[in-house]
């Protein structure tokens, strides 16, 4: 049982977490990520040896094939031989410094999670806890948006780049104003803040429905400076700043699906919400978002077509996170997912629990109508993101983890389910979880990412799993996937077996193993979570 001061330190973080996304205020930063002490490498020559490759582009998976990296670079892919023959050893490359029997494994780029936090205190104390959650899950790329406050950010990213910590590499992009002690009310203001933080080492913008003239000014000194952006346009600034309006101002990407249905309303200028609705009631914000589903034009339909082509005209990217959103359609199934006893905190369990105060929790009265109207606002929503990558969009994979029953790593994996269940075959899912995300975090640099599809020249940032990715998403969970052997003996099979970044290699079930170490300790000093 949590006592007291526990619980209150955990309200106070909701009271934040409340607040307009154009707030600079974060919460205490999680405490900094140990020095590292894990991981092997990386190697004057490792060679991945007998592997079926899945390389990040969409191709189908070829192999066996032996990958050689030097350093922390992927330098040739030679194909072995043939599946079910044995394989010929003269096509083989030669010595290595170490050597991986990937023999009937599968390796993929390392996945990229455009969507993060680190999670702040009380909820999350340590970084360690989340970095180990995400690499244990083969995410060797992060997008904070941000992941703490602009010091702790920066500096975990330069730890992160020199691979001091156990750490996905880092890319930062901050909110408005973050690091000035003034907030920014004017576009000249807006600019100046833009150049200042290029210059402090920001990777990108995460930006609200701002007025519009603040938003012009932002994308456009963003794209001077070779800064990315991306947007969550909020119910509070949508009116003025929806997603056509946003893209046609130059936004990079768009995160969750705010402003979406907002530009196809059909009949309605605006959402018409009961006449007692309060955006800073949370059980009101979510609750009736969804019921936007059936206010907008045809789906399929001309206009609907209309608003892809614009967005692909513009070069829009879409990032819909839609695992953060699930448990509005079925609460149960989010709330007793496999992981959460052996790997969630208990403060992070804490943090979940319905309350008025914290973010995301608001799960005091949710009822069948609610989870009805978000089934039918998730049928609409993912019809638009299979149409538009059909249409050829760019569509990238994020969580947002560590708010409504989502864990870091765990639900990643969930949303490249999700985009299955969208319409979308898995090797788009996971060419959306490496190089489109690659692709989209090098937008507006000049130099092609160098990561993201395994290639010679690229980074060794790789995922080695034992199961069929492919054949069922489900292995990539850390919990696993269940299946039967022999008469009736019940087995979990999968997970990632190694994530390499950097060419470092590290052993992913030992990441998760100190993730459940963690949690026992804290359950040791704070108690069991409840069970509600």
């Known amino acids: ?28 930063p999680s405490n900094p990520a140990p020095d590292r002490t894990e991981g092997e490498g990386p190697y004057d020559r490792l060679i991945i040896r007998g592997a079926n490759m899945i390389d990040g582009t969409g191709a189908p998976m070829a192999g066996p094939v032996d990958i050689v990296i030097e350093g922390n670079e992927i330098v040739s892919v030679h194909r072995v031989g043939y599946p079910g023959v044995p394989i010929d050893e003269d096509r083989r490359p030669g010595d290595a410094t170490k050597e991986i029997d990937a023999s009937g494994m599968y390796v993929m780029p390392g996945f990229i999670d455009m969507h993060v936090h680190t999670g702040g205190k009380p909820k999350v104390p340590n970084a360690e806890y989340t970095y180990k959650l995400w690499m244990g899950h083969g995410i060797t790329t992060v997008r904070g948006v941000p992941f703490d406050n602009l010091e702790s950010s920066l500096s975990e990213k330069e730890r992160s780049a020199r691979n001091e910590i156990v750490a996905p590499r880092m890319f930062s992009y901050h909110r408005v104003g973050s690091g000035w002690d003034e907030p920014v009310t004017t576009p000249e203001q807006a600019r100046e803040w833009v150049r200042w933080a290029k210059d402090e080492g920001i990777d990108g913008l995460k930006l609200g429905a701002h007025d519009p003239d603040i938003m012009e000014a932002l994308i456009d000194e963003a794209t001077k400076q070779n800064l990315n952006t991306t947007a969550h346009l909020d119910q509070m ?8 309006e946003a893209a046609e101002l130059g936004l990079g990407a768009q995160t969750h699906y705010y402003g ?76 007793n997912a496999d992981w959460h006893e052996d790997y969630t905190l208990p403060t992070l369990w804490e943090f979940y629990m319905p309350s008025r105060k914290a973010h995301g929790s608001y799960w005091f009265d949710w009822t069948t109508q609610d ?17 538009y990558k059909n249409a050829g969009g760019r569509v990238t994979t994020g969580s947002d983890a560590g708010f409504i029953y989502k864990l870091y790593g765990f639900d990643y994996i969930r949303e490249l389910e999700l985009l299955q269940e969208a319409g979308f075959h898995p090797l788009e899912v996971i060419r959306s979880a490496t190089m489109n995300g690659a692709n989209e975090l090098y937008k507006r640099m000049d130099e092609d990412a160098p990561f993201g599809i395994i290639r010679p020249g690229k980074l060794a ?29 019940v087995v979990r099979v999968g997970g990632v077996k190694y994530t390499i970044k950097d060419g470092i290699v590290y052993d992913a079930k030992q990441l998760l193993e100190d993730v459940r170490n963690m949690v026992d300790e804290q359950e040791a000093e704070l108690g069991e979570k409840e069970r509600y």
């Open 371 to 387: 989870e009805v109207e978000w089934k039918n606002f998730y049928r609409t929503w993912m019809q638009f993101i299979n149409d």
């Open 461 to 489: 940032d790789l995922v080695i799993v034992e199961e069929n990715p492919l054949q069922n998403l489900k292995t990539l969970y850390g919990t696993g996937a269940i299946r039967v052997q022999g008469v009736n003996e």
């Open 260 to 335: 979406l249905f907002e530009s196809m309303y059909d009949g309605y200028d605006l959402q018409p919400y009961p006449n007692d609705y309060n955006y800073q009631n949370e059980q009101d914000r979510f609750g009736q978002v969804a019921r936007q589903w059936n206010k907008i034009v045809e789906p399929g339909g001309e206009e609907w077509n209309d608003l892809i082509q614009l967005f692909l005209d513009n070069d829009l990217t879409l990032d819909p996170t839609m695992t953060i959103y699930e448990a509005s359609r079925d609460v149960m199934r989010a709330r």
């Open 237 to 244: 600034g949508v009116v003025r700043m929806n997603l056509k």
């Open 1 to 28: 049982m949590f006592n007291l001061k526990c619980r209150t330190m955990l309200l106070g973080l909701g009271v934040f977490m409340l607040s307009i996304v154009t707030t600079t205020v974060l919460a205490q």
